[in-house]
């Protein structure tokens, strides 16, 4: 396992730049709750039915990234807790950058 102190693993994407998430849907509120092996821990309200927690991370991440929704891709795991998603247009050291932010606070 990788320690939280090792942060998120971010890699070079086809448009941009990808990280993965560990999703936790229903959860109390939305928030960023760390990281654990190497995924971003996402914790959003909405159920996960019929995409809407996808949709609720989606939302939620462009905020805490200072991206507009559009920008970020689902790229793996639409069914799966553990899930890839895909930044357009900024390099693997920039979104690095703005994870460890929304980790920060």
């Not at 990808?18 to 909405?46: C, I, P």
């Not at 807790?81 to 900024?90: E, I, W």
Request: proline share 5%; glycine share 14%; aromatic share 4%.
């Amino acid at each position: 396992t990788v320690s939280a102190d090792a942060g998120p693993v971010v890699e070079a994407w086809t448009d941009g730049a990808a990280f993965f998430v560990k999703a936790h849907a229903g959860a109390r509120r939305d928030a960023v709750s760390g990281v654990h092996d190497g995924m971003v821990k996402v914790e959003v309200t909405a159920a996960p039915e019929k995409g809407k927690a996808n949709k609720a991370i989606v939302k939620f991440l462009a905020k805490k990234l200072g991206v507009a929704p559009g920008e970020i891709e689902l790229l793996s795991g639409e069914t799966n807790p553990r899930k890839r998603f895909g930044v357009h247009g900024v390099t693997p050291d920039v979104l690095r950058g703005k994870l460890l932010g929304a980790l920060a606070g």
